[in-house]
C-alpha cells in the first residue's frame, strides 16, 4: 500500500477524463517513470559496490511510517540563465523572443544560421529553463502588449493525451483531445496535422519522433502557446532530479557535500546557472541528509505558485487583480494564467507600471511569478544513516567571464584552457567546518575509485528517463 | 587535519586594494556611530546655484573612509586597552536624484531605475500602505511625502550628542552660507538604557541585539600590506577556505562591487571577483547607494500581539509553555541577546548573543561544525533545513539565507543581496519593551532611521523587502510573511500577514494578522558619491 492511492493529473485537471482509462494510464505512467528513476539509482549504488540505500520512493507503491512534512519548493519564473549571461535589461529583451532548437546551450555570437537550414534551425523553443514559459501577444499596428500567457504544464500531459509511447510508457489516447484543447486555448484555426512532427527533432535526446505529437508545432511557438516546450522542461526530468538529489554525496576524503552549488556541480544533476535546479537539489539533499525518505507530492507536476501584483499601478485606478486570470490548474497551483486588460477599460498592459516602470516586456510580469513543486520527506523512526555516493564530476569557471558556472564534467576530463575549477573545498560548508570535523562527522563511503574516466563510468547510472538538460 | 594558508595549494582571494581618501566613511566602512542626526534639504526651484555653493561648502567637511576607518580602529583598540578615545565627529552627504539632477545634467545618464522614480514611486512595490487615511501611506509620511521630496540628505554622526551638535551647526552654517534652509531634521540614537539590571544598550525598540550580522566587505586599505584588510579577520589563516571566506565566524565577507560602483562586485564562486559594478556615468565611481527609511515602531502593539498569540499557542499541542518572548524570538529568528535561535531554542543565552566569535555562527541546511581554534562553548546549531526549529519565516531567514539555497538558486544570490545596515534609533525607550500595555510618555514616537548601503536599489534593499519579506512563498517554504519588517502590499491581500512555525513533534501552527507594528513614515533613495565627485562635478 503506497502512500497514495495513485498519481493524480497534474492540479487533478480533468482533461485526461476525455478518453475512458486515461487517467489510469497517466497514475501508472508516473508510477512507470518513478520506478525508472529508482532503478537508475540502484544501478548507480551497485556500480559503486556499495549497499544500495535508496531514499528516493515511488509514493503509490511504499508509505514509509513517519511523521511527514511536504515542503513546497519555489522559485522564480525569470530564467537566471538569461540574467547572468546577458545582464537584466537583454535577457528581457532576449526572453521575449523564441530560439531556434539549434541555440539550445550553443548560444551563437551571431544571427540565425542562414544555409543549409537543418530542422533545428527551423524549430523554435522559448529560451524558458525554470519550468515556466511565457508568450507575449502585441498589438501590430503599435507593438503594445495586449497579453502575455504564462504556462507550466509538462508537454509529457499533451503527450498522453495525443497516445504513444512517452518515456517509456505507452498510452492509448486520442489526438483529437490534443486538438480540441487547442482549439479551446490558443485557437480554432488549429488543425490536426499542424501538430505532428513531420520530422525527428533531436538535440542530444529525441524531443518529438516523426508522425507523433510535435511539442514545438507552430501553435506552441511561432503562432500560440499551450505548455512547456523548452528542452529541460519536462515532468520526467523533474522527477529524476528529485531521484538524484535524495542521494547523499560525499568528495575523495568521504566528507559531505551540502553546498547546492557544489552538489548541482558535482552531480551533475541540472543546469547551475538556473534557480530551480540548484534550489530542488539543494532542498531535497539538506532533507535527505537527515535521514528522511523522500518523494515528490501527489499530483506530481510543476505549477506557478503565485503572482505578486504589489506594486502593480493601473492608468485608471480600477482593479489590478482583474487583468489576471488562471485560466488552467487551480489558484495556488497554477498552469495556465493569462494576463490582460479586461475589454473597455482603455489601456494596455504597455500602460501598466510595475514599481513605476511601464512594462516593456513579459520578463517583467515572469520577475512577479513563483514556480513550484511540492516534496514529500518522511522521517523515519528507525532511520538509518544515508549510504553515501562519491562525487563524479566538478564544474569550472572563466575567470573573465566568471558569473557563469560552466557545465560539470566527469572528473579526469580536462577543462577548457583558462578556465579554472570552481568551488574548491566549499561545498563541505564552506568555512563552517574543518576538514577534521568533517572527517569525523562523514559517513562511512564505498572505497574510494581511480581518478578518471574509468571512476565516472563506474559510478554514472544508466538513465532511461530523459535528464533535466 | 585543516588546511592552512601557508600549505595551501589553492590561491587566496586576490583584494583590490580601496581608495579610502575618495569613499565616503558613510559608505565604507559606515559610520556605526552611537549618535546621529539625518537632516534633508530642499533646493527649490530656480536655486541650484545656492545648492552647489552648499555642497562646495560641505565637501571638505565629508569624512572619508580613510578617518572613519581609523576612528573604527582607534575605538575597538581604546575598547581593547579600557582606555579613553578622543570623540569625533563624522560627516556624511548624499543626494536624491532629483538633487544630483539640479547640480549636474550628468546625472540623468544613472542606470538604476528605482532611483530614478524614488522612495515615493516605489513605495507600492515596497509594500506601503495605499489607503490614504493609513499612518504608512506617502500622504502622511513625516519626510520625503509627496511635495516634500529631499534633494539631499546629511548624515552627522559622533561617539557623543555634543560632537553630533557640533556637526550639526557646521552643516547650518554652510545652509546659511548658501541661503538655504534645513528642510526636516531628526536625531537618533544608540540605545543605552538598562532594565532590570539587563543592558539594551545597541538593542532596537523591540527588546532585540540590532545589526548582529552585518557582511563583512572585502578590500584592502593599503597597497603596502597585503593584511591590511578592512574588514577584520577572525579566523586562523590555518584554516582555509574558512579564513578567506569569513570575517567574524559566519560573517560572510562580500566583494566590495555589492557596495561600492565601479569595483569588482560577486562571481559564482565567492572566492573569485565578478564583474566590475557598472560605473556610468564614470564620476559615480567610488559611490554607493544610500537608502533612508522612517521607520515608526508600535512596540506595544507588538507585544501585545506576541503575548496573545503565545498564549492563544500555549494550548495547542506542540506548542506547551511558549512564551511571549520565545515566540517573538522564533519570528525574528534571535532572542532579544542577538543569540541565535537554532544554536539555543529553549532559552536565551546572553554570552552567545554579545560574542562576535559566536553569534553569526550558523547555518541552516546542514549541522554547523566547531571551527578549528575558535573558543566557541555554546551549542552548535544542528541542520534545519524545513524551519521546524527556526521558521523559514523568522525575520533572519527571510533576508539571509546564508548556506540554503532560495528562489533565486544557489547561495551566490545570497551573496549579492546582502546590504550593510547602518541605521539607529529615533525616540526614547520604553521603560519595559516587553510589557504589552501601558504608559507611554512618548506616544508610540519612536523607531528605526533605517540607513543601507547598496550597490543596487533594486537588486538588494528592494529585492529583499519586496521579493523575500514581503512575499509568502520566498526565499523558502513553508515559509510566510517576515513578521517583523514585511508587508503584505498584494492589492487582494488587506494586509494580512501570514506564516508557519512548528512546535515539538512537528506539530504546525499558522500565526496570521492584520495589523503592523513596523509603520513606513518617510525616506528616500539617495547616493552618496565619492568625494572627488563632490569636488570636482557636483560642487563645482
Redesign the interface.
Known amino acids: 500500500m503506497g502512500l497514495y492511492p495513485k498519481f493524480d493529473p497534474p492540479a487533478h485537471m480533468k482533461d485526461l477524463d476525455r478518453v475512458p482509462g486515461l487517467a489510469d494510464q497517466w497514475s501508472k505512467a508516473v508510477s512507470h517513470w518513478f520506478d525508472a528513476t529508482l532503478k537508475a539509482e540502484a544501478s548507480r549504488f551497485q556500480k559503486s559496490k556499495v549497499d544500495p540505500y535508496i531514499q528516493y520512493f515511488n509514493p503509490v507503491k511504499e508509505h514509509p511510517d513517519g511523521?511527514l512534512?511536504?515542503?513546497?519548493?519555489?522559485?522564480?519564473a525569470f530564467p537566471?540563465e538569461l540574467l547572468?549571461q546577458f545582464g537584466r535589461e537583454r535577457a528581457m529583451a532576449e526572453a521575449d523572443r523564441l530560439w531556434p532548437l539549434s541555440w539550445y546551450r550553443k548560444y551563437p555570437p551571431s544571427g540565425f544560421a542562414v544555409a543549409p537550414a537543418g530542422v533545428l534551425d527551423q524549430t523554435f523553443y522559448r529560451p524558458h529553463d525554470e519550468y515556466c514559459e511565457w508568450r507575449v501577444f502585441r498589438d501590430e499596428a503599435t507593438g503594445k502588449i495586449k497579453k502575455v500567457v504564462f504556462v507550466s504544464e509538462p508537454p509529457e500531459f499533451y503527450r498522453a493525451l495525443w497516445g504513444g509511447w512517452v518515456e517509456g510508457f505507452h498510452f492509448d489516447a486520442d489526438p483529437a483531445q490534443v486538438l480540441a484543447l487547442y482549439r479551446e486555448y490558443v485557437s480554432p484555426e488549429v488543425q490536426l496535422k499542424d501538430l505532428v512532427a513531420s520530422e525527428t527533432i533531436n538535440v542530444g535526446g529525441v524531443l518529438a519522433t516523426k508522425g507523433a505529437y510535435n511539442p514545438y508545432n507552430k501553435w506552441n511557438t511561432t503562432h500560440g502557446i499551450m505548455h512547456l516546450c523548452a528542452p529541460p522542461n519536462t515532468l520526467a526530468a523533474e522527477i529524476q532530479l528529485g531521484g538524484d538529489a535524495s542521494i547523499v554525496y560525499v568528495d575523495d576524503h568521504n566528507r559531505?557535500l551540502?553546498?547546492?552549488?557544489v552538489l548541482?556541480c558535482s552531480t551533475g544533476y541540472g543546469g547551475?546557472?538556473?534557480?530551480?535546479?540548484?534550489?530542488?537539489?539543494?532542498?531535497v539533499n539538506?532533507?535527505a541528509?537527515?535521514g528522511a525518505r523522500t518523494t515528490l507530492t501527489n499530483p506530481v507536476g510543476l505549477y506557478m505558485?503565485?503572482i505578486?501584483?504589489?506594486?502593480?499601478?493601473v492608468p485608471d485606478a480600477g482593479?489590478?487583480?482583474e487583468l489576471v486570470k488562471v485560466v488552467r490548474g487551480s489558484l495556488d497551483s497554477i498552469e495556465r494564467l493569462e494576463v490582460e486588460v479586461p475589454a473597455g477599460r482603455g489601456f494596455t498592459l504597455s500602460e501598466v507600471t510595475?514599481?513605476?516602470?511601464p512594462i516593456r516586456f513579459g520578463g517583467q510580469i515572469a520577475e512577479c511569478i513563483?514556480v513550484?513543486l511540492v516534496a514529500t520527506?518522511i522521517i523515519p523512526p528507525d532511520r538509518r544513516k544515508p549510504t553515501p555516493v562519491r562525487w563524479t564530476r566538478h564544474s569550472y569557471?572563466d575567470?573573465a567571464f566568471?558569473?557563469?558556472?560552466q557545465r560539470s564534467i566527469p572528473f579526469g576530463k580536462p577543462t577548457p584552457p583558462g578556465s579554472?575549477q570552481?568551488?574548491?573545498?566549499?561545498g563541505l560548508?564552506?568555512?563552517?567546518?574543518?576538514?577534521?570535523?568533517?572527517e569525523e562527522?562523514a559517513f562511512e563511503a564505498e572505497p574510494a575509485f581511480e581518478a578518471g574516466e574509468a571512476a565516472f563510468e563506474a559510478v554514472e547510472p544508466e538513465f532511461t528517463l530523459t535528464r533535466r538538460i | 587535519?585543516?588546511?592552512s594558508v601557508h600549505d595551501n595549494p589553492?590561491v587566496a582571494p586576490v583584494e583590490p586594494v580601496l581608495e579610502l581618501e575618495d569613499i565616503q566613511g558613510a559608505a565604507v566602512p559606515g559610520f556605526l556611530k552611537p549618535f546621529q542626526t539625518l537632516i534633508g534639504v530642499r533646493c527649490l526651484t530656480g536655486k541650484e546655484t545656492n545648492f552647489r555653493k552648499f555642497v562646495r561648502g560641505m565637501s571638505p567637511n565629508v569624512s572619508d573612509a580613510r578617518v572613519t576607518l581609523k576612528d573604527r580602529r582607534d575605538n575597538r583598540e581604546a575598547r581593547k586597552e579600557r582606555t579613553a578615545k578622543e570623540p569625533i565627529t563624522l560627516i556624511g552627504l548624499a543626494f536624491s536624484f532629483r538633487g544630483l539632477y539640479k547640480l549636474t545634467p550628468g546625472a540623468s545618464s544613472f542606470g538604476s531605475?528605482?532611483f530614478r522614480?524614488g522612495m515615493l514611486?516605489?513605495s507600492?512595490?515596497?509594500?506601503d500602505p495605499t489607503d490614504p487615511s493609513d499612518e504608512g501611506h506617502p500622504s502622511n509620511w513625516k519626510v520625503g511625502q509627496p511635495g516634500q521630496e529631499l534633494d539631499a540628505l546629511v548624515l552627522v554622526a559622533g561617539d557623543t550628542r555634543e560632537c553630533v551638535e557640533r556637526g550639526c551647526q557646521l552643516v547650518l552654517k554652510e545652509l546659511d552660507a548658501a541661503s538655504m534652509q534645513v528642510s526636516w531634521r531628526e536625531d537618533g540614537a544608540v540605545r543605552h538604557d538598562t532594565i532590570g539590571g539587563v543592558s539594551f544598550k545597541g538593542h532596537e525598540h523591540f527588546g532585540f541585539n540590532d545589526g548582529v550580522s552585518q557582511p563583512g566587505i572585502r578590500g584592502l586599505a593599503s597597497k603596502d600590506d597585503p593584511a591590511d584588510f578592512i574588514t577584520d579577520r577572525h579566523?586562523s589563516p590555518d584554516?582555509?577556505?574558512?579564513?578567506?571566506?569569513?570575517g567574524y565566524?559566519?560573517q560572510t565577507l562580500v566583494w566590495p562591487g555589492e557596495f561600492l560602483l565601479g569595483h569588482p562586485a560577486s562571481?559564482?564562486?565567492?572566492?573569485?571577483?565578478?564583474?566590475i559594478t557598472p560605473a556610468d556615468p564614470p564620476w559615480v565611481r567610488n559611490g554607493s547607494f544610500l537608502v533612508f527609511r522612517r521607520l515608526r515602531q508600535d512596540v506595544r502593539l507588538f507585544w501585545h500581539f506576541m503575548h496573545s498569540e503565545a498564549a492563544r499557542l500555549a494550548h495547542e499541542e506542540g506548542f506547551h509553555g511558549l512564551t511571549a518572548e520565545k515566540f517573538a524570538s522564533m519570528l525574528v529568528g534571535r532572542w532579544p541577546s542577538g543569540a541565535p535561535f537554532n544554536r539555543t531554542s529553549t532559552y536565551d543565552i546572553p554570552g552567545l548573543g554579545k560574542d562576535q566569535m559566536a553569534n553569526n555562527?550558523f547555518?541552516f541546511?546542514?549541522?554547523?561544525?566547531?571551527?578549528?581554534g575558535v573558543k566557541d562553548p555554546y551549542p552548535m546549531a544542528k541542520?534545519d533545513?524545513?524551519g521546524?526549529t527556526c521558521p523559514l519565516a523568522a525575520h533572519i531567514r527571510k533576508v539571509n539565507t546564508r548556506?540554503?539555497?532560495?528562489?533565486?538558486?544557489?547561495?551566490?544570490?545570497t551573496y549579492k543581496r546582502r546590504l550593510f545596515r547602518a541605521g539607529i534609533p529615533f525616540g526614547k525607550p520604553l521603560d519595559d519593551p516587553f510589557a504589552p500595555e501601558g504608559n507611554d510618555p512618548e506616544k508610540g514616537e519612536r523607531g528605526l532611521l533605517f540607513l543601507s548601503i547598496q550597490a543596487s536599489i533594486e537588486d538588494q534593499f528592494?529585492f529583499l523587502c519586496?521579493?523575500w519579506a514581503?512575499?509568502p512563498?520566498?526565499?523558502?517554504?513553508?515559509g510566510g510573511h517576515d513578521f517583523i519588517i514585511g508587508q503584505n502590499?498584494?492589492?487582494?491581500g488587506q494586509g494580512t500577514r501570514r506564516c508557519v512555525i512548528f512546535g515539538s513533534?512537528?506539530k504546525e501552527s499558522h500565526i496570521s494578522t492584520t495589523r503592523r507594528w513596523v509603520i513606513p513614515t518617510g525616506g528616500g533613495y539617495f547616493f552618496l558619491p565619492s568625494k572627488s565627485a563632490l569636488t570636482g562635478v557636483l560642487g563645482s
Open positions: 511523521p512534512i511536504e515542503q513546497a519548493i519555489t522559485w522564480n537566471k547572468r559531505l551540502v553546498e547546492p552549488d548541482v547551475p546557472d538556473r534557480s530551480s535546479d540548484p534550489t530542488i537539489g539543494g532542498t539538506a532533507l541528509r537527515l505558485d503565485h505578486d501584483l504589489a506594486g502593480w499601478s482593479s489590478v487583480t510595475i514599481g513605476g516602470e513563483t513550484k520527506a569557471i575567470p566568471p558569473i557563469q558556472l579554472v570552481a568551488l574548491i573545498d566549499q560548508g564552506a568555512g563552517v567546518g574543518t576538514e577534521k570535523h568533517m562527522r | 587535519m585543516a588546511r589553492f531605475e528605482a522614480i514611486g516605489r507600492e512595490l515596497l509594500g579566523l584554516d582555509v577556505p574558512a579564513y578567506w571566506l569569513n565566524p559566519g562571481s559564482v564562486d565567492p572566492m573569485l571577483p565578478g564583474r555562527y547555518r541546511d546542514s549541522d554547523t561544525l566547531p571551527l578549528e541542520a533545513p524545513a521546524t548556506d540554503s539555497g532560495s528562489d533565486t538558486g544557489s547561495q551566490d544570490s528592494e519586496a521579493r514581503n512575499d512563498s520566498r526565499p523558502k517554504m513553508p502590499g498584494a492589492p487582494d513533534n512537528l
